[in-house]
């Protein structure tokens, strides 16, 4: 089994390719910049089609867009009529959605597949690379998204960037435990990597003054509590868009 160590801290595994080696030599300086703390990642499997992320207690992590474990090719009723699209105002408003929390890259992969140009950004550095790694894996089986990664917090986004946005769309962490997308064990890893975004306030608040944007929509377990007063929401079984109007 190859193994490839470019730091005491990640422990990359079936590093048996140039690509793989490539892969893991980025990752490892990427993570080193960051100040990612590894502490509790055990290792990085880098024999299967996403890199497998393995905690101390053995919970697997992968982000795959093509394998459709997480349901990223969902059924789509289409820009006009799915739910999500609707709170972001159908594409009357643009096309042009600014994601400030990627997360696992399934409402960004959706609202690409919905006809949206996404831009979605994640500040965790290793979600952030296995997007990344995602997103190529997509492209090289001819996935094509109109969707692309950055990587950083999305408040300083917002105060700092001008690039124009017409939409834009934001999903927390909730505390609580909800329903996820995620098996169990997954989601634990997933909760212990991102934590639970307690500044999320302060985000919606950048977001709804945002260069060009004239609608914010907030993603919420569908009992847990506003963010901030929306102007208006619409609810799923399980989950609510409250949606906050810029310029209207
Ligand atoms: C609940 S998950 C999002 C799930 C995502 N909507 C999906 O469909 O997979 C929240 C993600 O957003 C990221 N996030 C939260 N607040 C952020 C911020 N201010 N800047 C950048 N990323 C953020 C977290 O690190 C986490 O990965």
């Known amino acids: 089994m190859g193994r490839h160590h470019l730091s005491s801290q990640i422990n990359f595994t079936n590093v048996n390719t140039t690509q793989a080696a490539q892969t893991a030599k980025q990752w490892t300086e990427f993570l080193l910049h960051n100040n990612f703390n590894a502490g509790f990642i055990r290792e990085i499997d880098m024999s299967a089609n996403c890199p497998a992320i393995f905690d101390n207690d053995g919970n697997k992590f992968c982000i795959n867009f093509v394998d459709n474990k997480q349901n990223y090719h969902k059924k789509k009723a289409g820009i006009k009529s799915e739910l999500i699209s609707k709170a972001l105002g159908t594409g009357r408003y643009g096309l042009k959605v600014l994601d400030l929390s990627a997360g696992l890259g399934i409402d960004s992969v959706f609202l690409a597949q919905l006809g949206y140009e996404v831009t979605a950004l994640e500040r965790n550095p290793l979600i952030y690379l296995a997007l990344n790694e995602a997103a190529q894996h997509a492209a090289d089986n001819g996935m094509s998204l109109n969707l692309k990664f950055e990587f950083g917090d999305s408040l300083n986004y917002l105060l700092q960037n001008k690039n ?72 799923g079984k399980l989950i609510r868009f409250d949606i906050y109007g810029v310029r209207l």
């Open 164 to 235: 124009k946005t017409d939409v834009i769309y934001f999903d927390p962490m909730f505390p609580e435990k909800t329903k996820s997308a995620l098996p169990r064990q997954e989601m634990v890893f997933f909760r212990n990597l991102v934590g639970s975004d307690d500044d999320a306030a302060q985000v919606l608040e950048a977001a709804m003054s945002f260069n060009g944007a004239k609608r914010v929509v907030v993603k919420r377990p569908i009992k847990a509590p506003q963010l901030l007063n929306p102007h208006s929401s619409t609810e």
